[in-house]
């Protein structure tokens, strides 16, 4: 049973730092693409920011300059450096894998979502 459990948010005053963690447990062959979705309330789901199993990344316009994404392939884990956060910026956000499984199929998991809130 593969599991995504994020961890790292809260709340935080404009300008201030966050980091976001997501650790992959389960047994799998490879993980390919991860990244980071946000969901606003009363907004669809979006991209944040993702990266490729070679480290590639790429942002949302409305992030770049402000957040990082990166992963350590050997601890299964991916991160979310939020940096210069705004208001607009709070949202779930949720870890997403896309994993080759030890059947050498490919599936899609979630985590359950971590809540960040920026508010003074």
């Known amino acids: 049973q593969v599991q995504l459990v994020e961890s790292g948010g809260g709340l935080v005053q404009p300008g201030g730092s966050l980091r976001l963690s997501c650790a992959v447990s389960?047994?799998?062959?490879?993980?390919?693409?991860m990244g980071w979705y946000r969901q606003a309330p009363g907004k669809q789901r979006e991209l944040a920011a993702g990266i490729t199993s070679g480290g590639r990344t790429n942002y949302a316009d409305a992030v770049k300059g402000r957040f990082t994404i990166s992963r350590d392939n050997t601890e299964k884990m991916v991160y979310l450096q939020m940096n210069s956060l705004k208001p607009e910026d709070t949202a779930v956000y949720y870890c997403n894998a896309n994993v080759t499984n030890t059947l050498f199929n490919f599936k899609e998991y979630w985590g359950q979502g971590t809540q960040v809130t920026v508010s003074s």
């Open positions: 389960g047994v799998i062959f490879k993980i390919n693409d």
